[in-house]
């Protein structure tokens, strides 16, 4: 059989001026200043509905924690808040260039982590809400986050101003760098402990310097040997989780002892089942540990009240532990906006997002869809639960070190959408002036203003009993 020569059958790839000059059309679409508007829409849903049609198919019990804690204040209920602000961005200017989102890039989903080859990265975590979009909403759910946390630090308006700007210039001149790289560099590229600490004695003062070094040292200790110590006891000579409600409840407290030993039995399964969405290599490592024990564990604050199991398992002996989260993996707040996901559970979508967008992912990494006791199908994603994960406190943060941090923000952000997205073309819509960092400041100011009404408004659902609240 004759073959065709190769250049009959590559793919045609469009040349970088043509991206280029795609990506300067698209000022005419969406021109860069239109990116600062901000207005509630006419048809803009009740934001308390909004929350409560989510909670609608979350755990009943653990519903009144997510109201507790996302009563907090504005900044915890902006964490929770990602169904109600995907419909605001999905009425706002649109540059019709697309990328892999993460769809919840908030400040606090920037964080140390673990690569497989123990380097300490910092990156994105969580990916519960990955969906192709357009790639301004990451940008402007990540600029928003900076004003409502520097809001609550007490920050001036020129002082936000300054932080968001620098965070969007930090995204905008490093896109503008991707776009100049070959496409291997682009994929190699990450932001490693060597290269923080550079950036840390350049632009911060001593105590800045010092505090990163001992989050660094901190980082290196969360593993699963360290929550080994700290969430398990003995208990009759086995090692067991250890009760903390309503945090953490052991299987065994959560069921009667029948319910208990079936839910058993099905996570074992899942557990079994989700290896075959690993590499070969790393079904063999799993396949080295055996689960002892489990216990539904409450995390975060927009995930409260989503089935999460925590499980111990051990390798060769007692002093060998691994700890695994399975987290449920609902379809995202983005979709009603941008269409369903094209993979066939959500748990593969979000494992899939976060391969693609992360410099390097947990090697335990991996999905699988389960039936409930209730005969109920749901999605799962597992990974460990800590491998050198460590979280910035923005209260501690002065207007230097929330500059510094989300420039670092930026700067990740714009790596993980150029390794999916027109790296070009997004960069050619930016541009090199600032007109597009002078937007997103005024845009994060107004939806600060529009989360705050958000938030008064969960206060007064809580006040008139129309949703039930518990702190924990």
């Not at 790839?13 to 990506?23: I, K, L, N, Y």
């Not at 308006?157 to 991707?178: D, G, L, P, W």
Request: glycine letters at 8%; charged letters at 30%; proline letters at 5%.
């Amino acid at each position: 059989m004759k073959r065709e020569p190769m250049s009959a059958t590559r793919r045609v790839q469009s040349s970088p001026r043509e991206r280029a000059a795609r990506g300067r059309a698209a000022r005419r679409r969406a021109p860069r200043s239109s990116h600062g508007d901000y207005s509630p829409s006419r048809h803009r849903p009740d934001p308390v509905d909004v929350i409560e049609r989510q909670s609608a198919t979350r755990l009943p019990e653990l519903v009144p924690l997510r109201y507790g804690r996302m009563s907090e204040s504005p900044f915890r209920f902006y964490r929770g808040a990602a169904a109600i602000m995907a419909g605001d961005l999905a009425s706002t200017s649109d540059s019709g260039i697309r990328a892999q989102l993460c769809g919840d890039a908030h400040m606090l989903n920037f964080r140390l982590l673990a690569s497989p080859e123990r380097q300490l990265l910092f990156d994105i975590n969580d990916f519960d809400e990955t969906l192709p979009g357009p790639w301004e909403w990451d940008v402007k759910r990540l600029a928003a986050s900076l004003a409502i946390a520097g809001r609550e630090n007490g920050f001036s308006a020129a002082q936000r101003r300054m932080i968001v700007r620098s965070t969007v210039k930090s995204y905008r001149e490093h896109m503008r760098r991707f776009a100049s790289m070959r496409t291997l560099d682009v994929w190699y590229s990450r932001a490693d402990a060597a290269s923080l600490t550079a950036l840390a004695s350049k632009h911060l003062r001593g105590s800045g310097r010092k505090r990163l070094a001992r989050s660094l040292a901190k980082a290196r200790t969360r593993d699963s040997l360290q929550a080994f110590g700290k969430l398990t006891s003995l208990a009759d000579g086995e090692r067991r989780i250890t009760a903390a409600p309503p945090v953490i409840t052991p299987l065994a407290d959560l069921l009667p002892e029948a319910e208990g030993a079936r839910m058993e039995e099905e996570i074992r399964g899942l557990l079994h089942r989700y290896r075959q969405s690993l590499p070969t290599d790393r079904q063999h490592l799993c396949a080295e540990f055996t689960p002892v024990d489990m216990a539904r564990k409450v995390v975060g604050v927009g995930s409260v009240g989503t089935r999460c199991w925590i499980v111990l398992l051990l390798g060769r002996d007692g002093d060998d532990p691994l700890f695994l989260q399975a987290k449920e993996a609902g379809a995202s707040v983005l979709s009603p906006h941008l269409g369903s996901s094209d993979f066939a559970t959500q748990g593969e979508r979000v494992v899939a997002g976060q391969r693609l967008m992360q410099a390097a992912s947990d090697i335990f990494l991996g999905w699988e869809r389960t039936l409930g006791m209730d005969g109920t199908e749901r999605d799962f994603y597992i990974r460990q639960l800590r491998d050198w994960k460590f979280v910035a406190e923005p209260s501690l943060m002065s207007p230097r070190d929330m500059r510094l941090f989300g420039e670092l923000c930026g700067s990740t952000l714009a790596r993980a959408h150029a390794r999916s997205g027109d790296r070009i073309a997004i960069a050619a819509y930016l541009g090199g002036g600032d007109v597009f960092d002078r937007a997103l400041a005024l845009f994060a100011e107004s939806y600060a203003d529009q989360n705050e009404r958000d938030h008064r408004a969960l206060l007064k659902a809580v006040r008139s009993g129309r949703v039930p609240a518990r702190s924990g």
